[in-house]
T-cell receptor
Framework: NAGVMQNPRHLVRRRGQEARLRCSPMKGHSHVYWYRQLPEEGLKFMVYLQKENIIDESGMPKERFSAEFPKEGPSILRIQQVVRGDSAAYFC?????????????FGSGTRLTVV | DQQVKQNSPSLSVQEGRISILNCDYTNSMFDYFLWYKKYPAEGPTFLISISSIKDKNEDGRFTVFLNKSAKHLSLHIVPSQPGDSAVYFCAASAQGGSEKLVFGKGTKLTVNP
């Protein structure tokens, strides 16, 4: 049973380009969370999605960032017109239901570098 | 405004001894606390959690203690092993908060053979 799969593992983009980060949750999981880790920082919540719905996007920057979790296929975190400050590790996590006692399963992350 | 604080960026202990990692929080609405372990270039891995209705939870070599009045929790690892060397993150969640976690900045634990 594969874990949470994120791709690509590493992504380099020039300033102004678009970045698309993909997350395939564990089989049977319908809840997806995106977190961002800036250098020397902890992980910061960005968005929580269920299939076809955004449940909580309180951590998403107001501009340039969007997320989706379609009925079929992976969840996508999209960053338009990237800037150097977007360079970070982006982690996706999934669960089959909100599980506060056990947290949820994280993927290995996508490391975005903006040059 | 950091709601979850891990004030020690690093900790070094000898193999076989106890490792104590500390975490403080400010938000009284937090009622679930978790510890995650993270190796370089990997995602965080869930380690152990505790509900605010308890003051201790134990799982093998790992024990988490919660002091609600002090808004403080700690993770004890006994005995420490070289394979425990990693970054440990404390995280908290509040009921009704869409299950999102608020993380501390982490403590890098090094266990020396």
């Amino acid at each position: 049973n594969a874990g949470v799969m994120q791709n690509p593992r590493h992504l380099v983009r020039r300033r102004g380009q678009e970045a698309r980060l993909r997350c395939s949750p564990m089989k049977g999981h319908s809840h997806v969370y995106w977190y961002r880790q800036l250098p020397e920082e902890g992980l910061k919540f960005m968005v929580y999605l269920q299939k076809e719905n955004i449940i909580d996007e309180s951590g998403m920057p107001k501009e340039r960032f969007s997320a989706e979790f379609p009925k079929e296929g992976p969840s996508i975190l999209r960053i338009q017109q990237v800037v150097r400050g977007d360079s970070a590790a982006y982690f996706c996590a999934s669960s089959d239901s909100p599980q506060r006692a056990y947290g949820y399963t994280f993927g290995s992350g996508t490391r975005l570098t903006v040059v | 405004d950091q709601q979850v604080k891990q004030n020690s960026p690093s900790l070094s202990v000898q193999e076989g001894r106890i490792s104590i990692l500390n975490c403080d929080y400010t938000n009284s609405m937090f009622d679930y606390f978790l510890w995650y372990k993270k190796y370089p270039a990997e995602g965080p891995t869930f380690l152990i959690s505790i509900s605010s209705i308890k003051d201790k939870n134990e799982d093998g070599r790992f024990t988490v203690f919660l002091n609600k009045s002090a808004k403080h929790l700690s993770l004890h690892i006994v005995p420490s092993q070289p394979g425990d060397s990693a970054v440990y993150f404390c995280a908290a969640s509040a009921q009704g908060g869409s299950e999102k976690l608020v993380f501390g900045k982490g403590t890098k634990l090094t266990v020396n053979p």
